[in-house]
């Protein structure tokens, strides 16, 4: 298994986790649909296209693919692939990266990023995208990390 196939199963075992815990607390319609297999392995190629771009673009060199990216990026893309999958799931499980830190946003933040991340390709003058719903987080982890060397 490549490092990025370990990096897009890990972000889907993360995201699948927190989207049952979302569920377990939710009621009736405001129940989050995991996306399908084929939903799954069509983000899966999604990621591998959109990393060779960003790293051509950027300049970006990785010795391992970035959690945060791939995460955000694959979160993104199926919540607009499937819409009953949350982005709320997304957001939270970015934030369950933060909290290996021992750091994490708090609620209403995570709410605000969720609403703006919503209007990603419907209203973009007020939505964040995959790139600043990963900046967002690999920020935090970056200062998490500065204020806590170790």
Not at 79 to 100: C, I, K, P
Not at 133 to 145: D, Q, V
Request: glycine fraction near 6%; charge should be negative.
């Amino acid at each position: 298994m490549t490092d990025l196939q370990e990096a897009v199963l890990y972000a889907v075992n993360v995201m699948h986790e927190v989207n049952n815990e979302i569920n377990d607390v939710a009621s009736g319609a405001a129940q989050s649909t995991f996306p399908s297999m084929k939903e799954l392995i069509n983000a899966g190629n999604f990621i591998k296209g959109h990393l060779q771009r960003h790293t051509t673009t950027y300049r970006v060199y990785q010795e391992k693919p970035d959690p945060f990216k791939i995460m955000a990026w694959m979160g993104l893309y199926l919540h607009q692939e499937n819409r009953t999958f949350h982005l709320r799931a997304v957001v939270y499980s970015l934030n369950h990266l933060l909290e290996q830190d021992s750091r994490s946003l708090p609620s209403s933040m995570l709410d605000k990023i969720t609403l703006m991340a919503m209007n990603d390709g419907r209203d973009d003058d007020v939505a964040i995208g995959k790139n600043g719903l990963y900046l967002i987080f690999r920020s935090c982890h970056k200062l998490s990390i500065q204020s806590n060397p170790g």
